[in-house]
Structure formats: C-alpha cells, structure tokens
C-alpha cells in the first residue's frame, strides 16, 4: 500500500509574512511535518511570539528574520546565504480601489513588493535548492489569478503578474525544483476583514451585509481557516507533491465559476 509522504525532516523552510494569518499557519503547519522554519515579516513581536511557540512544539533550531519586502536590498541583505530549500512567497495585497483611478506608482510599488520581492528571494534560496536536488516555490496569491475581483484592480494586475512569473520559472527550474501556486478564497484574516470594512464604506452598507453576500458565494458556508491554506501548501510542499508544477490551486470552499 502507497503511503503518501508529507515528511519534510531535514528541510528548511523560509516563510514570509509569518507574523499572522495564512503565513502564521503555514508556518506552524511545515514545523508539525517537520521541516525548520525561517518566518519572515516586518513585525519583530509578532516573530518572536510565533518562534517561540515553534520552539515550544519541537523545532528547535527555527527562526526569524525582520525584514520588509519593499526594502528589495535590505531583503536581500537579510536572506544572503539562506539555506532553505522551501520558499514560501506570501505577503499582504494592494490597497483596493479602481483601476482607472490607480496612480502608476501604485502599481510600480506593488510590482516592487511582489514580483520583485519574490525574485529578490528566488535568487538567494536557488542555489540551497540546486545543492540539495529539492526545491518547492509556492506563491500565495488570489481566486484574482482567474476571476478578477471588483474594485481590487492593482492586487488583480499583480496577482496575475506573478501567475506568470511562476509558470515561467516551472519551465526553467531543475528537476525536483518545483513551483505553485495557492489560490485562496474569503479567508479568515486581517486582510479580509479589512477588505470587508472597506466594502461596507464604499456601498454604504453593513459589514453583516458584506459578509453574508460573500457566503452566499461559497458552498462550502463559511470563510476558509488559515489552517486550510496552510495544508495545502504543507502537501506541494512535500514529497508528496514531486509531480505537481505550474499549477495554481484555488482553496476557496467552492466559489470560483471557472473549470
């Protein structure tokens, strides 16, 4: 009988925007399957709390580092020699609004944060990734990457800019290197609860209101937990998931309309 292997002992991982969130969990979830946790974010407190529960479950030699990715040579300073060979690409999206009205700077600054900032850390992991003969890239991005959201017209833009940036790499990087993408849907987070306040302004309707036309999206009826996302990455992060590149997998209880 095949066992599906989820093991990731003996494997780092670098995680960013670890402080909250889908990239709390995520790093919580990659420690409870073994692997040694890099958590990246601007937060030095928030770091420090999550260390030192990382520390208390048993992965003893994690770590953090405070480091903001629209800095790209502070980045690069902060992640110069890193050993990881799981590079976990996730980080808060543009302020929303419309397309029209976005100032080019807006979107320079965004592609800054997240392109560039993604690239600025592929540079550094790839040669770990090469050494070791293993190598996963997963991007946290948005259902955006297919169904454009309203009034998210940046994040849209950029989301799907790096789309394509990691279908490109999945044709350029060495086998056992692999890269994907995670789709996630209405998630519990600060981010969405700031998206919903935000909505609740601009149509001056309740915050009620906005959550209860989102789950009348979504089969599933509730908000996906961070802990969803974060097994999903968990397996294209194993060895479990060797045979999957290029993808982008929606985790979003069922709203997408696309095949």
Partial sequence: MAVVNLDLSGKTALVCGASAGIGRATALTLA?????????????????????????????????????????????????????????????????????????????HAFRRHVIGAQTLLRALHPAMESAGYGRIINVLSTSVREPIPNLGVSNTIRGAMASWAKSLSKELSPGITINNVLPGFTDTERLAQL???????????????????????????????????????????????????????VDGGRMNTI
């Fill in 32 to 108: 409870a399957h073994g692997a040694t946790v890099i958590a990246l974010a601007r937060r030095r407190d928030r770091l420090d709390s999550l260390v030192a529960e990382l520390h208390a479950a048993g992965s003893a030699q994690s770590r953090c580092i405070v480091a903001d990715l629209d800095d790209t040579d502070g980045l690069a300073q902060a992640v110069a020699g890193c050993d990881a060979q799981i590079l976990i690409n996730n980080t808060g999206g543009p302020p929303a609004g419309s397309l029209v009205e976005a100032d080019p700077a807006d979107l320079a």
């Fill in 196 to 250: 919903q306040t935000a909505i609740a302004e601009r149509q001056g309707c309740s915050e009620q209101r906005v959550m209860s036309d989102w789950m009348d999206s979504v089969p599933e009826g509730r908000l996906g937990r961070p802990e969803d996302l974060a097994a999903a990455i968990a397996f294209l992060a194993s060895p479990a998931g060797a045979y999957i590149r290029g993808q982008s997998l929606a």
